[in-house]
């Protein structure tokens, strides 16, 4: 199960992004289902139980700088992708 600050690829073509996409957790929750969210280099993201996990994404490891990101709510991550706080993360592995 990712915690915040794992670093992925993607196992396949998702959110309109090819197949060996990086991404960054920047989130994980307890729902119906214990989950992780996701944003990727074109700035989408999207919530993967721990099923979904292990069939679409790769650890590749865990971005320090990252793993004490503190969510609050999308619209602020999608400033913080905006501002370029995942960019380091996302383009530099």
């Known amino acids: 199960m990712a915690q915040v600050g794992t670093m ?3 196992k396949v073509d998702c959110l309109g992004n090819a197949r060996g996409t990086r991404g960054v957790c920047f989130h994980v929750y307890e729902l119906d289902l214990r989950g992780a969210q996701f944003i990727f280099e074109n700035g989408n993201y999207d ?7 292990r069939d679409f994404l790769e650890d590749i490891g865990v971005n320090e700088e990252l793993s004490t990101y503190q969510f609050k709510h999308v619209i602020q991550v999608g400033r913080d992708f905006t501002n370029k706080l995942f960019n380091k993360a996302l383009t530099n592995g």
Request: charge should be negative.
């Open 8 to 10: 992925v690829r993607l």
């Open 47 to 53: 919530g993967f139980s721990e099923e979904d996990q």
